[in-house]
């Protein structure tokens, strides 16, 4: 079946430009997390979705990042007035939540760099 | 200060070497897993232990959970060049619905 697809894969933008990420979870996961990974480091989590709950954007590292899911299921985060320390590669992962002791599915990421 | 702390944080050993790569927290998890990620792709997960004390085995890939469910390791004998990659665990705070947490991940390379 069809897995975590992200899109752009690959997005180049001027600094103090606005960006879209776009997430497309595996059909049915309720979860949907985002994650920020700069080179070589590990994963940063930005915010959380589950069901119909409030995310919790306790990630997210300022106010010009956002993000929101739809109907339960496509997210996508928004980085406004980009900076060149937001250049890394953004991941989401989809999940059953609590049922398969929370297993977390990747999409490839996009990779995001601010000139 | 991280929830989970992995060990080493690299590792660069030859081929046919084996090696142990710890996660360490001073909580306890209802479970913990294991993932694997190669340059330019997601993590992929390679293992779930749920009880404490409990062994699984991928291959050359030998998994534990610590009997008190707040650490565990990942041990590979015979490492080879398709074992290069970052480690990540991550776990779940026993009797909590928090969110997944991953540790600060371990990047190993294989060289022939």
């Known amino acids: 079946g069809a897995g975590v697809s992200q899109s752009p894969s690959n997005k180049v933008t001027e600094k103090g430009k606005d960006v879209e990420l776009r997430c497309d979870p595996i059909?049915?996961?309720?979860?949907l997390y985002w994650y920020r990974q700069s080179l070589g480091q590990g994963l940063e989590f930005l915010i959380y979705?589950?069901?119909?709950?409030?995310?919790?954007k306790s990630g997210l590292p300022s106010d010009r990042f956002s993000a929101e899911r739809t109907g339960g299921s496509v997210s996508t985060l928004t980085i406004q007035r980009t900076q060149q320390e937001d250049s890394a590669v953004y991941l989401c992962?989809?999940?059953?939540?609590?049922?398969?002791?929370?297993?977390?599915?990747f999409g490839p990421g996009t990779r995001l760099t601010v000139t | 200060t991280q929830l989970l702390e992995q060990s080493p944080q690299f590792l660069s050993i030859q081929e046919g070497e084996n090696l142990t790569v710890y996660c360490n927290s001073s909580?306890?998890?209802?479970?913990l897993q294991w993932y694997r990620q190669e340059p330019g792709e997601g993590p992929v997960l390679l293992v779930t232990?749920?009880?404490?004390?409990e062994v699984k085995k991928l291959k050359r890939l030998t998994f534990q959970f610590g009997d008190a469910r707040k650490d565990s390791s990942l041990h590979i004998t015979a490492a080879q060049p398709g074992d290069t990659g970052l480690y990540l665990c991550?776990?779940?705070?026993?009797?909590?619905?928090?969110?997944?947490?991953f540790g600060t991940g371990t990047r190993l390379q294989v060289t022939l």
């Open positions: 992962a989809s999940s059953f939540s609590r049922v398969l002791n929370y297993e977390q599915y």
């Open positions: 059909s049915g996961h309720t979860a």
């Open positions: 979705f589950q069901g119909n709950s409030a995310p919790d």
């Open positions: 909580s306890v998890f209802s479970s």
């Open positions: 232990v749920v009880t404490g004390g």
């Open positions: 991550a776990g779940v705070r026993a009797g909590t619905a928090s969110k997944l947490t």
